[in-house]
């Protein structure tokens, strides 16, 4: 996985390559996965009452992995949740625990890989598509990413349903009620995936509304 995030230029994380390794990682993902979703609350509110909020980021990192059936490594997608929500929310007045509660509703897909014997072959469609399929799952409103502006990645994450924001534009966290924006690193451009409920045009009659991407 390490050299699969050096495709990307990203090196891994050494706490989360421990995490990796102790077979620990995602435990606040995998808990919501479970019968009680609401139980992917306590260790955030465990963090918080301990004034250590950080401890509870590495229980969000999600790791997906594409394998062949001889269990080499073909691809590889990381999702993390938003660094600057928490230092920025605090920043302006945001509470603490809201602040938390918002870092599982925002999620940000930190890389995207496969290894170059295995390209062409959909792996990171299905990588990204089962990351949509996670988050929505688990009631997540925004998925968003970055990569290197006008590197020809606009159409990638275009035609695979993320829409690409304009080189040098933000992502306004307002909807979600947090005074904070997301920016892109320097000569990076981001692209997002809300979560909205459908349009009257598309609502089903035969029960609740579902949920979709957008």
């Not at 995490?19 to 992917?40: D, K, N």
């Not at 509110?45 to 992995?65: F, H, K, N, S, Y």
């Not at 925004?142 to 349903?161: M, T």
Request: aromatic fraction near 6%; hydrophobic fraction near 45%; include cysteine.
């Amino acid at each position: 996985m390490r050299d699969l995030l050096a495709l990307a230029e990203l090196s891994l994380d050494q706490e989360l390559e421990e995490t990796i390794e102790a077979g620990t990682v995602a435990t606040t993902i995998l808990t919501g996965l479970r019968p009680g979703t609401s139980q992917r609350l306590r260790p955030l509110a465990e963090a918080a009452a301990a004034g250590r909020p950080q401890d509870a980021m590495i229980g969000l990192v999600t790791v997906l992995v594409a394998e062949s059936p001889s269990g080499q490594l073909h691809g590889s997608l990381q999702a993390v949740p938003p660094g600057n929500v928490l230092s920025e929310g605090a920043a302006a007045g945001v509470p603490l625990p809201l602040a938390l509660v918002a870092s599982t509703k925002v999620a940000k897909i930190r890389g995207l890989a496969v290894a170059p014997t295995a390209r062409g072959l959909g792996i990171g469609d299905v990588l990204l598509r089962r990351a949509v399929q996670l988050y929505h799952q688990l009631d997540w409103l925004l998925l968003y990413g970055q990569f290197p502006a006008w590197s020809g990645l606009d159409s990638y994450y275009g035609r695979r349903g993320f829409t690409v924001l304009p080189p040098g534009a933000g992502i306004d966290l307002a909807r979600l009620n947090l005074p904070v924006d997301i920016h892109h690193e320097p000569g990076e451009q981001l692209f997002t995936r809300w979560r909205r409920r459908p349009t009257a045009s598309h609502r089903s009659t035969a029960g609740p509304e579902p949920w979709c991407w957008n």
